[in-house]
């Protein structure tokens, strides 16, 4: 299934939140990654939603979307030019591998390694979705402890 990343500026104001991500929820559509943050009106705040799905299920997600009272725009960034990033933090056990075939897999993709403890390493990593994808696949055949994944962040490039 196809993963689309939609930008909804909104206004920046208790409860928009709530309503927008209910908006999509409340239709039976998953919200995969959710990132908010001011702009640079303080007025308005950027959304950015993965959602998996179909061309018709984001088409009526955009269309239902852009209704809404308090949303100014709707950009379904994924059918334009755009760069998108995802930071990922992983947390690798390096009890049975030892660290040298795991900083071998960061270094392919240009992770740093964070944190270094007795048994383990913590891995920043930042790349567009796909690429943080197969970051974490190639980390499957070692003892993946925790992660935390920021959510996509996008911007059209017209």
């Avoid at 927008?20 to 990654?33: A, C, D, M, P, W």
């Avoid at 100014?72 to 960034?77: A, D, E, L, W």
């Avoid at 030019?81 to 993709?109: N, Q, Y």
């Avoid at 990593?125 to 197969?134: A, C, E, I, N």
């Amino acid at each position: 299934m196809k993963k689309y990343i939609i930008n909804v500026l909104v206004e920046n104001r208790p409860g928009v939140l709530a309503r927008t991500v209910g908006l999509v929820s409340g239709r039976g559509y998953n919200i995969e990654t959710l990132n908010v943050g001011p702009t640079n009106d303080e007025s308005i705040s950027k959304m950015t939603m993965t959602i998996p799905g179909d061309k018709s299920v984001i088409d009526q997600v955009v269309a239902q979307l852009a209704k809404q009272i308090d949303v100014f725009k709707v950009i379904n960034v994924t059918e334009k030019p755009h760069v998108d990033r995802e930071a990922i933090l992983v947390k690798v056990s390096t009890r049975a591998t030892g660290r040298a075939p795991v900083i071998e897999v960061a270094m392919l993709f240009g992770a740093k390694v964070l944190g270094v403890q007795p048994d383990s390493l913590t891995i920043q990593m930042l790349g567009s979705q796909m690429q943080v994808d197969q970051f974490l696949t190639l980390l499957q055949p070692f003892d993946v402890l925790d992660i935390s994944r920021s959510g996509a962040i996008a911007i059209p490039q017209e």
